[in-house]
């Protein structure tokens, strides 16, 4: 296939019939441009509140519009005057929720420069390949990411530019580590920047990490105007304003954490509680404290508010409107528990990296029992309907719509799709095979008594490991598994968990005449892999499924580990 018929079909991708063109309902030229005309209107009032360890009882730190816009101009000094970050550069996170990450973003954004996040959890090895494969000059990291940074520094290219936050460290940065708040407090900010306008909509803003099936990690490229798009689309969707207030939970790695509750919010201008991190205890409070009316979580987070079973009483919170929850599979069983047990609206959704963040939604003005049926009724949580800038429908394997209610592909075109697979021309030829962008996941739709087409999703035709909102490839974990001593085969099985979505499992063939326990095999993945990619249950076997080729079915497992659906593992 020649790259001009590759180029066709990833141009087929950003089509959509529900909106054919995108451009006259963004009111920004870029992120510059938003910001500057934000702060026209807002500077003085309120736009970031920060909670470092996501306590209620401790006061947070505060950034007016005018302030924070004034912190991303020395961040953008700094890159662009003592680290050369230009347009079309990259630079690389692996850092946690801090006002200083997300300033970092916008700062590059502000050049026309792309930010490549790098999940905290990340093995050196998976880290140090995405920091290479993304052409990154710079890296920027929390101290509290790593213990010991020197594996990682051993890796990266000689004339990698390092700095770190250190946050409330009190030991300095490692020997050849940047103090980055030392040099922010040095900047001079007197020294030019390039003009707002040089940065065109069209400039390439973050490229997010998947992991794919064959376990290298895939780079999503996305532009400043696909971003907007999906910011339009879900302000307009979940009616958010300049009045609105949202809490943002989810790590700031993961694009929704960045586009749901950072970027849209500030595309609105409205008001953000950002914690480090999510926890159960006093987050009613914290609702309450400060007039939150959404906040965007994965199933995983529903699950620690039933346990943590902290009393609700609604009239406190009368601004609170529902949750949005996606990135990872919501049962039905917990829909049902949660909105049982304290009388809330979940707004499930859909999306993907590739698709900026959420391309469907439940919508907001159902009836409670209208919601509740396509909640419970149909087997899955539905993920709702397309939003405005994107199409969905559902394919068969040569590209043919299906009929209502018949499972298939998930397909997605529109103006929130990915520019590609960076530096990929083979994944974005398979991606956009038939025109529309391919998810990997089956589902199906069923057309309602109002006229829309609702979507579910019933499950991967890749086979990642969605485990807490995060995407985990089991050929990774299968590598580890079958280069232990005695073992024949390892399949890593991810199978249905209340907590967590799902949970990784491992089914293992033993060699004849060896001894092997679940112990052994769980150390021995201990010492290989991070604690979220490493095997929670071990199964023994000699059955397992092939396909007419040999290929190992590691799905027809799945039932096997029904037993631990309900167990948590910490």
């Not at 141009?11 to 309902?25: I, N, Q, T």
């Not at 963040?357 to 993920?383: N, T």
């Not at 021309?425 to 529309?436: E, I, L, Q, R, V």
Request: charged share 25%; hydrophobic share 40%; net charge negative.
């Amino acid at each position: 296939m020649s790259e001009t018929h590759i180029d066709q079909l990833l141009e087929a991708g950003h089509l959509c019939d529900r909106m054919p063109s995108v451009d006259d309902f963004l009111p920004y030229r870029n992120f510059g441009d938003m910001w500057s005309r934000q702060v026209a209107e807002h500077s003085d009032r309120v736009w970031m509140r920060y909670y470092p360890c996501a306590a209620n009882d401790e006061a947070p730190t505060e950034y007016t519009f005018g302030a924070f816009a004034e912190l991303i101009d020395r961040v953008a000094n700094l890159l662009y005057h003592t680290y050369g970050i230009r347009a079309g550069g990259s630079l690389a996170t692996l850092s946690i929720n801090h006002p200083h990450t997300v300033a970092i973003y916008f700062a590059a954004w502000r050049l026309g420069a792309r930010v490549v996040p790098i999940n905290p959890s990340e093995a050196d090895e998976r880290a140090e390949y995405i920091f290479t494969n993304s052409e990154s000059t710079l890296l920027i990291a929390h101290r509290n990411c790593r213990e010991n940074y020197q594996p990682l520094e051993n890796s990266l290219p000689e004339n990698t530019r390092k700095a770190m936050i250190l946050g409330a460290a009190t030991d300095g940065p490692p020997e050849g580590w940047d103090h980055f708040e030392a040099m922010l407090a040095a900047v001079d900010a007197s020294q030019d920047l390039p003009p707002v306008d040089s940065v065109g909509g069209d400039a390439e803003t973050l490229v997010v990490y998947t992991s794919g099936t064959t376990g290298h990690p895939k780079g999503v490229v996305l532009t400043q105007k696909q971003m907007f798009a999906d910011a339009l689309a879900i302000s307009k969707w979940h009616a958010i304003d300049e009045h609105s207030v949202m809490m943002n939970v989810l790590p700031i790695h993961h694009v929704n954490g960045i586009v749901v509750t950072l970027l849209t919010p500030i595309y609105v201008g409205a008001e953000i509680v950002v914690n480090q991190r999510f926890r159960p205890k006093g987050f009613w409070a914290k609702l309450e404290k400060h007039n939150v009316c959404i906040v965007s979580v994965v199933p995983t987070l529903l699950q620690f508010l039933i346990e943590a079973n902290e009393e609700l009483d609604l009239e406190r919170i009368p601004n609170f409107r529902h949750f949005i929850c996606g990135a990872g599979p919501l049962s039905v069983e917990l829909a049902r528990d949660f909105q049982t047990r304290f009388g809330l609206r979940i707004l499930h959704g859909y999306g993907l990296s590739e698709t900026v963040c959420y391309s469907c939604f439940l919508p907001i003005d159902l009836e409670w029992h209208e919601h509740c049926a396509w909640m419970y009724e149909y087997g899955f949580p539905s993920i709702g309907c397309p939003i405005d800038v994107n199409d969905m429908a559902i394919h068969d394997g040569e590209g043919r719509e299906v009929a209502d209610g018949e499972r298939g592909e998930i397909v997605i075109r529109g103006h929130n799709i990915m520019k590609g697979y960076f530096n990929n021309p083979d994944a974005n030829k398979s991606a956009f095979a038939h025109g529309w962008f391919r998810s990997g996941d089956e589902g199906f739709r069923r057309r309602g008594e109002d006229g829309k087409d609702y979507f579910f999703i019933t499950g991967r035709l890749k086979e990642l490991i969605i485990r807490g909102g995060i995407n985990l490839s089991p050929f990774e974990i299968d590598e580890v598994l079958c280069a232990m001593p005695g073992v024949r085969v390892g399949l890593a099985v991810g199978f249905e968990n209340r907590y967590y979505g799902e949970e990784v499992g491992a089914y293992v063939q033993v060699e004849a005449g060896r001894s092997i326990s679940e112990a052994d095999v769980i150390a021995w993945c201990r010492d290989r892999l991070t604690s979220a990619k490493c095997p929670k249950v071990v199964l023994f076997g000699d059955d397992i499924p092939v396909t007419s080729t040999g290929k190992y079915q590691r799905g027809k497992l799945k039932h096997l580990f029904e037993a631990y659906k309900n167990t948590q593992y910490r």
